[in-house]
Structure formats: structure tokens, C-alpha cells
């Protein structure tokens, strides 16, 4: 059967990987389009001034230039700003005193003012890119440079350059959940308060392949294509036609392979628009391609808060409530649901896989001249476990409990299930005691200590810390399929999500295998082209495998139901007595049959196809959960760190594919580290210009600055999906900041020296072992 050879749960290589490793990917900048013109976005050189005035003579007669456009030429073309859904059930959140969230609203090209370093002020089409990059030079813009606003507290000084009239003091929005007077009474009878204040530094997304889109018009018809990345094909269809003012047929996006997404290719960016304005004016194509010094100006950035966090307990460490309280720096405006998606992610886990009684969370968002902010693995989820995990293990050092005791004493048992987090999320499955007991023993805990000795003898730190984490995946809940059995030998899965490396195709071809009895290689799967599929929400929040993966046994369940009807008609038997297995419908207790390719061909030679539709919706997400355990060694003459060893114990829910989830989870882990370690943009004083804007100077790691992950799964079926999956995509990222930063604050302790903030880098490792007076003549070799 084939399910025993590429059926879910086979380790089956991805079908994709042949064409990518032959030459025969297509990304955005490899699209070569007949009579296609180039374009350059200047851009703003300060984070906040006004306009006073654009000269763009010079470059409009300069050679090979055929359009300059700026705000003014384009205000008639386009209905409003990009939209930002803040003020759109259920994406509306506005102010606790009634309010509406500021509007924030930023359009294609700058308006009279830029508001962050690399705002689009300007499009220049020519012939060749050297053209329009030296038109664009020509570009003459007068300035008056007004305060740059960059940090938090520099927001919030009441003597600060106010960035919006409707952000009064800078705060667009401020927001609360949970249960505030339970809270508050848990912590009035609390034995023990722990407190922390952790800095979440702003990270640039770094996708492999930097954005490009490419827009054409047709004039006969008047319909817009545009070319370009992003995770829901049919979301940006729907923004960019109300931008546009036309109905939504009018556009057709078309997506091509993509270097990675992560969150922050969900939103329309200005250059989306701006080619395509610009192919109707000229009516030729026109494509955009950044720059990777472009990317670290104007790719939307992520994370970037400052958490008061503080856990309440009894005498026996036993949780009685938490306490968070978050200011956000967003940027200088709201990209697409962006409120909405921090606040539902990071509010929904508010007490992981804990029984905690109560808590509150209060998040505020802050203005200021900083590059827009979109969603990144593990939005929320992240910061929200970081929280958790960090008041925890400080909880243990302050009470001297043994950090992995103090977490099993208040961890979920089956018998608390389901469980209603304070922050709403419903947790319905989960081994949270088995998970951290696996990941203890796999990871050596108890023999930490020898290890700790030896590192120590050698002149080396070590540290050891663990972290849980609990996410909740689904987000839009509904999604679509269409199966198409041909009689021709192939099956066309149209799929509503959209990959972008994470292997869909081998996936869905996998699902339909098992589903339909039918031949992996012989399944095609289609995504990102609204024309060939009716519909889909994309994406985003780790749902594909369980919301386009039911969406496909839906859709072929479907199929199945059909195709016995017009087998019972050709075998001339009752629908009642036709079996199928192994793609093949036969009459019960006989051999005689006929194969469901069979039965298209029938169909088609009658005229008709056979293919069907569903729509898979649910009321819930679901919560992937795991532990994550960090082994590492510091020298403390340089505070160079060594990641030693790392464990992940998974939660993934039923898995389809254990080579492409173990590769979803060693992406994932490494992008955590990476922010605990490396990462973090740093603007200078003043004037707010990026210091980090390259790969010179933003540090991103190397194969060699990581171990060797030993990732186990406990796959806990979720019973709301015939798969039984839950999510994976970002699991693995939401746990590894915490666990990273335990580790470090374990091996600081034992030095006498206090916990950081991320990024732990050498320098900032070496300067709290020296305020702690520990410090050694030269590096270990």
C-alpha cells in the first residue's frame, strides 16, 4: 500500500529538492518578463523630517528614465494608506480608556514627512537598473530634520518629538487581559515575588532571498499581475484591489519560490504597489529588486520589547499567579493586523503548560522612528515563554529549588486537561511531565555537576538551563483544497496555503498517498497563483500540516464519495456494496474493479471531472508543546560562549514527515539562538542612524558557533484533525531564547556575577564577569 512506503509518517525526501539543487528554482528576481523596465526606491537618509520639497527634473531627463514618481503623482491612483486593519473586527484594539489606537497609517511613498530611516520616498523606472539607481541620485529632496525618537524611554519623555497627534506621549495603544483583581489578590498572599526586567531586542528578518516583485498590466482587459513573495496570495489580492479601488478579480498574484518568509512577508510592502501603478502608467512591466542594504532599512523587523515580568508563589513554589507588563516599540506605523497579531499571540499563553491559577497582562504600543514591524517565528509565543521561563528559573535561585523540580511541581497532568489559560488559549492534549523527564535524561541533567567540574578545571564557565514552551498554532481558521484526479494517471492537489520552503508538496503528496491509495510521484501540487486556486488564508501561525492538510483529506474524501457513485454505475452495482482501498473501488467480497484514475477517465470521456472542493474550519488553536535544555561553557577571560549540547523534546502532534519537521525544528532553534547570541539592531545616539545596516556590522551565526541538536518528538495525537498534527514551524524557535539565556544566567551565578539581557555577546558576557570581579589574563586556546 503506498501509505507504507510514502504515506504519513514516512521519512520520505522532499520532492522539491531535486529541482531546487539542479538550477531549476525561480525566485522573484529570476523572473524575465518580455519588455520589463527596472525601478529604485529612494529612499529617506534621516529617521524623521518633513518634506519640504522633491526636485525631480534631473532625473526625469535623465537617460533611459521613464517614470519619477513621488506621493503627489500617485495620490489619485490609490484609495488610502496600506491598510493596517487596526480598526477592523476582530483585529480592532484600541486604548483602555475607550479609544482608538492611533492610525499610524503609512502610505506607498512618503507624505510630507518620513517617520524611520529608508521610508520610500521616491519610485524611478527606467530602462536598466544603473539607469534608475542614477536617476534617483539626481532626486533633490529638501529635508527639515526633526527629533529622531528611537529608543523607549526617549518615546516617552514628555519633552519627545511627538510623532503622531493621535499617539499622545508616543503610545498608540495601550491593552489588558486576563484577570486583574484575582492577580493581584494571588500576589498580596503570595510567600515569594519574583521580578524581572528583560529587555526582547529588535531583530532585522534576514530572508535568504531579499524581497523583488515584478507588476504588469494588461490593457485590453485591465488586469494587474503581480509577481512577488509572500504567504497569502489571496490576502495580498484583497489589499492591494481595495488599495486600488477594484474589484478583487482584477488582480492576480503569482507567487514564486521564496527564500524564506517567517511572518514578515504576510503584509503588502509600498514597492508591491508601486510596480504595479507603475506597469498601468507605462504599460510595459515593471520589476523591483532589493538590495540587501535595502533589506536591513526596510523589510519590516520583529520583536523589540521591555517586559516587567513577576511570578507570585506559594512556600512550597507552587505557582499562585503572573504579572506582565510590556511595552512594545512597533515602529513609526502599523503593518497589516499588526496589533491584533502581537497582542492575541503573546496574551494567549500567558502561563504556558503551568497550572497557573492567574494572570494579567497589560501591553502598550510605543511610536517611534524605527523601520515598521511585521510578525516573526514565533510571534508572541516567544516572547511570552521567554517571560515565564526566565521568572522561573529565578524563582528556583531565589527560593534555592532545583529549577526542574519547581517546573514538574506545577506542570499540567491529564487530569487538568482541558485547561483555559489565564490569557484565553484552550490547552486539550500535551505530556508536559513526560516531555520535561525525557528531556532531563536525554540532556544528562544529573550529571551535570561532573560536567560543570571538568569545565571548570579546564579554566572554562558552564551553565545549564531548560526551558518549556507551549505555542498556540492555527490563527486564520479556516482553509481550502480542491482534488483533482485526472485521467491521465495524476492527482492535482490545489492547495490555500502557500510554502516557502517548508516543503508543502512533499507533504500534501504524502496526506493524498495514504488518502487515495494513489502514487506519491504521481500527486501535483499547486499554491500561490489566485487564478488556479479559488481561495485561502496562506501561511503563517504553524497551521499548514493540520488546516491544508485536513483541508486535502477533506477534499479527497470528497473525491472518494463521488468517484463510488460513478463506480457503482459502471460495475452496474449498489453504491452500498462498492469498497475502495489502495485506489481502487471494488465490489465487496468479489475481484471485480475499477481504479479511481479509471473512473476519471470514464468521467472525462463523458465531459465531466472529477474533482472537489472543502473548506476545513475550526473554532480553536491548538498548543504545540516541548522543553527545550541548553549545555554551554564560557571563557571568562573573553566571555567567548561554547554551545556544548542541546536537547528538544516536541510536541508536534502526529508528524507526516520526520526529515522535513527535524529540519523545521533545527531552522527554528537556530533562529532562537541566533537572537540570544547574535542578533540586535543598534542605532546611534542622536541621530538615529542604523549601525547595524549590513552583514559587516549585524551579526547572524555560522555553522560552527552551533552544536549538534538532539531533537526528539513525543507525538501527542490532536484530536480536532483527522492528522492528528499540531504545529511545528515556530515551536522550536519559542523555546530556545529562554533556554539559551537560563544557561548563561547558570553559569554567571556560579561566577558571582548577575543575569544580561539579549544578545549575550562576548562583550556584554565579559563585562558582567568583570563587574563581578572575576576575570582571567588572557583567552583559553
Request: proline share 5%; aromatic share 6%.
Amino acid at each position: 500500500m503506498a501509505k507504507n512506503k510514502t504515506g504519513i509518517g514516512a521519512a520520505v525526501p522532499r520532492k522539491e529538492d531535486r529541482r531546487f539543487l539542479t538550477g531549476g528554482g525561480q525566485f522573484s528576481d529570476d523572473i524575465v518578463t518580455s519588455g520589463a523596465l527596472s525601478a529604485i526606491v529612494l529612499r529617506a537618509p534621516l529617521p524623521h523630517a518633513e518634506i519640504t520639497a522633491i526636485h525631480t527634473a534631473a532625473a526625469l531627463a535623465a537617460p533611459g528614465v521613464r517614470a519619477v514618481l513621488t506621493a503627489g503623482d500617485i495620490e489619485a491612483e490609490i484609495t488610502g494608506p496600506i491598510p493596517s486593519f487596526y480598526a477592523t473586527p476582530p483585529f480592532d484594539i484600541g486604548r483602555l480608556d475607550g479609544g482608538d489606537a492611533s492610525d499610524a497609517a503609512q502610505f506607498p511613498l512618503a507624505r510630507g514627512r518620513v517617520r524611520y530611516l529608508g521610508e520610500p520616498v521616491a519610485f524611478v523606472v527606467a530602462d536598466t537598473a544603473h539607469q534608475a539607481q542614477d536617476a534617483a541620485e539626481l532626486i533633490d529632496v529638501d529635508y527639515r530634520p526633526l527629533g529622531a525618537v528611537m529608543e523607549i524611554d526617549d518615546a516617552l519623555d514628555p519633552t519627545a518629538e511627538q510623532i503622531w497627534p493621535d499617539a499622545p506621549g508616543n503610545v498608540s495603544f495601550d491593552w489588558e487581559i486576563g484577570d486583574k483583581e484575582a492577580t493581584e489578590a494571588a500576589f498580596a498572599a503570595a510567600h515569594h515575588v519574583t521580578q524581572l526586567r528583560l529587555i526582547n531586542n529588535r531583530v532585522v528578518i534576514n530572508f535568504m532571498e531579499p524581497r523583488a516583485a515584478v507588476g504588469s498590466h494588461d490593457a485590453a482587459t485591465g488586469r494587474l499581475t503581480l509577481q512577488a513573495g509572500c504567504q497569502s496570495p489571496h490576502g495580498m489580492r484583497a489589499s492591494l484591489a481595495g488599495m486600488l479601488g477594484i474589484e478583487e478579480d482584477a488582480v492576480h498574484v503569482l507567487v514564486p519560490d521564496m527564500g524564506g518568509g517567517f511572518g514578515a512577508r504576510n503584509s503588502i510592502y509600498p514597492e508591491f504597489l508601486l510596480v504595479l501603478l507603475a506597469a498601468r502608467r507605462l504599460g510595459r512591466p515593471v520589476k523591483w529588486t532589493a538590495s540587501r542594504g535595502e533589506a536591513f532599512l526596510s523589510d519590516y523587523q520583529a520583536r523589540d520589547h521591555v517586559f516587567h515580568g513577576e511570578l507570585a508563589l506559594d512556600a512550597a513554589g507552587r505557582f499562585l499567579g503572573l504579572r506582565v507588563r510590556a511595552d512594545w516599540r512597533h515602529g513609526a506605523y502599523h503593518t497589516g493586523r499588526g496589533i491584533w497579531v502581537m497582542a492575541h499571540y503573546l496574551s494567549q499563553v500567558l502561563g504556558g503548560g503551568y497550572r497557573m491559577p492567574a494572570g494579567y497582562l497589560y501591553l502598550r504600543g510605543i511610536v517611534s522612528n524605527t523601520t515598521p514591524q511585521g510578525p516573526y517565528r514565533g510571534v508572541g509565543r516567544l516572547e511570552a515563554n521567554y517571560v515565564l521561563e526566565r521568572l522561573i528559573t529565578q524563582a528556583a535561585t531565589e527560593m534555592d529549588m532545583d529549577q526542574v523540580s519547581i517546573r514538574r511541581l506545577n506542570l499540567l497532568g491529564a487530569d487538568d486537561l482541558p485547561w483555559r489559560t489565564p490569557g484565553g488559549a484552550l490547552i486539550t492534549s500535551g505530556a508536559f511531565a513526560d516531555n520535561l523527564d525525557r528531556a532531563v535524561e536525554i540532556a544528562g541533567w544529573r550529571d551535570a555537576p561532573a560536567r560543570r567540574k571538568a569545565a571548570e578545571e579546564s579554566g572554562r564557565l558552564h551553565g545549564i538551563g531548560l526551558a518549556m514552551y507551549a505555542e498556540n498554532d492555527g490563527s486564520t481558521p479556516t482553509e481550502f483544497a480542491e482534488i483533482a484526479v485526472g485521467g491521465d494517471g495524476r492527482v492535482t492537489a490545489l492547495m490555500g496555503t502557500q510554502d516557502f520552503g517548508m516543503g508543502h508538496a512533499t507533504i500534501y503528496s504524502q496526506i493524498l498517498s495514504e488518502k487515495l491509495g494513489v502514487d506519491f510521484d504521481d500527486i501535483d501540487v499547486v499554491f500561490g497563483d489566485t487564478e488556479r486556486v479559488k481561495r485561502g488564508a496562506g501561511t503563517h501561525g504553524s497551521r499548514s500540516t493540520r488546516m491544508g492538510g485536513t483541508a486535502a483529506v477533506m477534499g479527497a474524501e470528497n473525491v472518494i464519495v463521488r468517484a463510488r457513485e460513478e463506480a457503482a454505475d459502471i460495475l452496474e452495482a449498489a453504491v452500498a456494496d462498492i469498497d475502495f482501498a489502495d485506489g481502487r473501488f471494488t465490489i465487496a467480497g468479489t475481484d471485480r474493479g475499477i481504479t479511481l484514475f479509471e473512473v476519471a477517465a470514464r468521467m472525462e470521456a463523458g465531459g465531466n471531472r472529477l474533482s472537489e472542493e472543502a473548506d476545513f474550519n475550526v473554532s480553536a488553536e491548538v498548543i504545540s508543546n516541548g522543553v527545550h535544555v541548553c549545555e554551554l561553557t564560557i571563557d571568562p577571560a573573553d566571555g567567548r560562549l561554547r554551545l556544548e549540547n542541546y536537547t528538544v523534546v516536541a510536541d508536534v502532534g502526529r508528524i507526516v514527515n520526520p526529515i522535513i519537521v527535524n529540519g523545521q525544528l533545527h531552522g527554528g532553534v537556530t533562529q532562537g539562538i541566533s537572537q540570544a547570541l547574535f542578533e540586535g539592531i543598534v542605532y546611534e545616539p542622536g541621530s538615529g542612524q542604523t549601525l547595524t545596516g549590513s552583514l559587516m556590522d549585524y551579526c547572524l551565526p555560522r555553522a560552527d558557533d552551533l552544536p549538534n541538536f538532539n531533537i526528539v518528538f513525543n507525538e501527542v495525537v490532536e484530536v480536532d484533525n483527522p492528522i492528528g498534527a499540531k504545529g511545528a514551524g515556530e515551536s522550536a524557535t519559542s523555546g530556545a531564547p529562554a533556554a539559551v539565556m537560563n544557561a548563561i544566567a547558570d553559569a554567571l551565578r556560579h561566577a558571582g556575577a548577575e543575569p544580561i539581557d539579549m544578545p549575550a555577546t562576548p562583550e556584554t558576557i565579559w563585562r558582567a564577569l568583570h563587574a563581578a570581579g572575576m576575570v582571567r589574563d588572557r583567552p583559553i586556546t
